[in-house]
């Protein structure tokens, strides 16, 4: 199977029965990607649910009558912030078989790379640096993350940190 929208449906889930899939724990705990976010609450009222849902889905796949998210973990948070009923269901798109682990990671890598690149949630290069270099594997002859096949998988016109950090607009100082 590969990732695509071909492989899902649209389910509704209760939001207290989701949980985070094994790599996307693993990427969260070597830099957690919140503190990219700003710190306030988000202003959605719950009337804006599922245009946020729409526009910035959740994406997962069902695991023991639980919910492992694998993409749309700030649309997560802001629905879990703004709403203390646990029983509230929204709805996601759900595969409808699990990816393998690779292809989960890849597209959390892709969600939160392009959230941070090009959402532009933080400009500070040595901590956009600390969360790329903590969240993608650098090819053991790469000079950068950049240069990485994992990273070149992704996005492979940022192929240099001069190019990524023209196209963020900062300086390349500590990335």
């Known amino acids: ?11 509704e889930v209760n939001i207290n029965s989701f949980e985070f899939d094994t790599e996307i ?46 993409s749309g973990l700030f649309s997560f948070t802001t629905i879990v912030q703004m709403n203390k009923d646990s029983a509230k269901k929204i709805n996601v798109i759900a595969f409808n078989e699990k990816p393998k682990p690779k292809e989960i990671r890849q597209l959390f890598l892709t969600y939160l790379a392009s959230q941070m690149i090009n959402q532009f949630y933080i400009s500070d290069s040595s901590h956009i640096g600390t969360l790329l270099n903590a969240w993608f594997i650098k090819d053991e002859n790469a000079k950068s993350i950049q240069a990485s096949q994992e990273w070149q998988s992704l996005f492979p016109n940022l192929n240099t940190k001069e190019v990524l950090t023209k196209h963020i607009g900062i300086r390349k100082r500590n990335l």
Do not use: H, Q, W
């Not at 071909?6 to 389910?11: C, D, E, G, V």
């Not at 976010?37 to 997962?60: H, M, Q, W, Y």
């Open 25 to 70: 724990k693993k990427i969260i705990s070597a830099a957690n990607p919140m503190a990219i976010c700003r710190n306030e609450k988000s202003d959605f009222n719950l009337d804006n649910v599922e245009l946020l849902l729409t526009a910035f889905p959740i994406i997962g796949y069902f695991k023991k009558g639980k919910f492992l998210l694998c």
């Open 1 to 11: 199977m590969s990732v695509n929208l071909k492989n899902t449906s649209i389910r």
